[in-house]
Nanobody, 119 residues
Framework: QVQLVESGGGLVQAGGSLRLSCAASGRTFSTATMAWFRQAPGKEREFVASIGVSGDSTNYADSVKGRFTISRDSAKNTVYLRMNSLRPEDTAVYYC????????????WGQGTQVTVSS
């Protein structure tokens, strides 16, 4: 059974930092594009960042460019999202996704981790 398990979410003050982790099991994702999405209350899920197989190819939503960094450790089958300079508008449930079909469509999804940024 394939699982993506996120961790690292929590409550942080504006300007603070968090690092999210996504641990995969059940299959290797070393040959798959991985991504992070988020969904704020009352809003649709939105793309945050993605990372290619080699780790050299990354893409970010304009709203997080320069503040968030996606990375991966293929040996650990794990993807990370480092979030700096957090803002209240970053508050959302963050989801890990694996095996890209299109920019917004992935085969596998985690259960999500809550990130709350207080002002």
């Amino acid at each position: 059974q394939v699982q993506l398990v996120e961790s690292g979410g929590g409550l942080v003050q504006a300007g603070g930092s968090l690092r999210l982790s996504c641990a995969a099991s059940g299959r290797t994702f070393s040959t798959a594009t991985m991504a992070w999405f988020r969904q704020a209350p009352g809003k649709e899920r939105e793309f945050v960042a993605s990372i290619g197989v080699s780790g050299d190819s990354t893409n970010y939503a304009d709203s997080v460019k320069g503040r968030f960094t996606i990375s991966r450790d293929s040996a650990k089958n794990t993807v990370y999202l480092r979030m700096n300079s957090l803002r209240p508008e970053d508050t959302a449930v963050y989801y890990c996704a694996g095996l890209r079909i299109s920019r917004t469509t992935y085969n596998y999804w985690g259960q999500g981790t809550q990130v709350t940024v207080s002002s």
